[in-house]
Nanobody
Framework: DVQLVESGGGSVAAGGSLSLSCAASGPRNRRYCMGWFRQDPGKERERVAAIHTLSDNTYYADSVKGRFTISTDYTKNTAYLKMDGLKPDDTAKYIC????????????????WGQGTQVTVS
């Protein structure tokens, strides 16, 4: 089955930028949504951004609108998250996921999750 591997996390000063990648190994079949979520220990998983790979429609949480950009490569098997204007509140483990949707910001619509990559903003 498909697996997801994230990369690109790290530490950055407030106001800086980071780019995350999520590579899917194997066919995603009818999993049309690719999304990014984030989670801190002891907190609920929070939606960040998502893209529907058929329509290329993108969706963002209000907290990241205008600062983060989600995209995919031409194969639609790698998703990217460009994060600008980072704030300390953005500190979390960022987790990539893929699923059938159709509501691409709903965690329940995803059935394959990566391990996550840590982003720390100070």
């Amino acid at each position: 089955d498909v697996q997801l591997v994230e990369s690109g996390g790290g530490s950055v000063a407030a106001g800086g930028s980071l780019s995350l990648s999520c590579a899917a190994s194997g066919p995603r079949n009818r999993r049309y949504c690719m999304g990014w979520f984030r989670q801190d220990p002891g907190k609920e998983r929070e939606r960040v951004a998502a893209i529907h790979t058929l329509s290329d429609n993108t969706y963002y949480a209000d907290s990241v609108k205008g600062r983060f950009t989600i995209s995919t490569d031409y194969t639609k098997n790698t998703a990217y998250l460009k994060m600008d204007g980072l704030k300390p509140d953005d500190t979390a483990k960022y987790i990539c996921a893929t699923g059938p949707g159709p509501f691409c910001l709903e965690p329940a619509r995803y059935d394959v999750w990566g391990q996550g990559t840590q982003v720390t903003v100070s």
